[in-house]
């Protein structure tokens, strides 16, 4: 069964500062994905990386994956407060499904403070 | 907007009423989902639908009933739910398998309240 873990759940942050959120995971998957939610709001979608050593940027936000690991980070430069979010990582189940099932780490709730 | 609808967008309801919670989306996606998102809990999958059919039933008590009547509607049928349902639902859709975007596309969320 996949389970995936992310570190830290509550991170609170200072604007201009850098950090990086971890997310770990226990069997192989071919795709990962990250996701960025506001309050009361919806999952909106933000990287999605495919194979070892994938790296993708949006502006502040820099995601990389290390499959050999079974780890990827999600780094934050120079903080913004509108970057204060909750942010999931997820996975697709490589069990040969046609639909493609994800499963979710349990998300880390980003607060960025003057 | 996502390009998947969900409706209504709040719901306030008794422990006897009956009602329901639609997902509509025309992205062509062929799978849909159901989740739960309760206050400090992780995302719980709820129901997957593919190609109309349900696929993955995760334990959810009989209270919760889905409908999957064509590829672009999926229904959340609600009936004598108790307080701990109270919850964000959301709705999701992929492309399936092969898809090498963005993994699923979500709506907007109902938030339920059950009194």
């Known amino acids: 069964e996949l389970k995936v873990e992310q570190n830290p759940l509550f991170l609170s942050m200072q604007e201009g500062k850098n950090y990086t959120i971890y997310c770990n995971y226990s069997?192989?998957?071919?795709?990962l994905y990250w996701y960025r939610q506001d309050p009361g709001k919806s999952l909106e979608s933000l990287f999605v990386?495919?194979?070892?050593?994938a790296v993708k940027q949006e502006g502040r936000l820099m995601a990389s994956l290390d499959t050999k690991a079974r780890l990827s980070t999600l780094h934050i430069t120079a903080a913004v407060h509108d970057l204060s979010a909750t942010y999931f990582c997820?996975?697709?189940?490589?069990?040969?499904?046609?639909?493609?099932?994800?499963?979710f780490g349990q998300g880390t709730i980003l607060t960025v403070h003057p | 907007e996502t390009g998947v609808t969900q409706t209504p967008r709040h719901l306030v309801m008794g422990m006897t009423n009956k009602k329901s919670l639609k997902c509509e989306q025309h992205?062509?996606?062929?799978?849909m989902y159901w989740y739960k998102q309760s206050a400090k809990k992780p995302l719980e999958l709820m129901f997957v639908?593919?190609?109309?059919?349900?696929?993955e039933n995760n334990s959810v008590p009989s209270r919760f009933s889905p409908e999957c009547p064509n590829s672009s509607h999926l229904f959340l049928h609600l009936h004598t739910l108790q307080p701990e349902d109270s919850a964000l639902y959301l709705c999701?859709?992929?492309?399936?398998?092969?898809?090498?975007?963005?993994?699923?596309?979500f709506g907007s969320g109902t938030r339920l309240t059950v009194v």
């Open positions: 992205l062509g996606h062929n799978a």
């Open positions: 999701a859709s992929s492309r399936g398998q092969g898809a090498s975007g963005y993994g699923y596309t």
């Open positions: 069997t192989t998957s071919d795709r």
């Open positions: 997820a996975l697709r189940n490589a069990g040969g499904t046609s639909y493609g099932k994800l499963t």
């Open positions: 990386l495919l194979s070892n050593g």
């Open positions: 639908y593919s190609l109309e059919e349900r696929v």
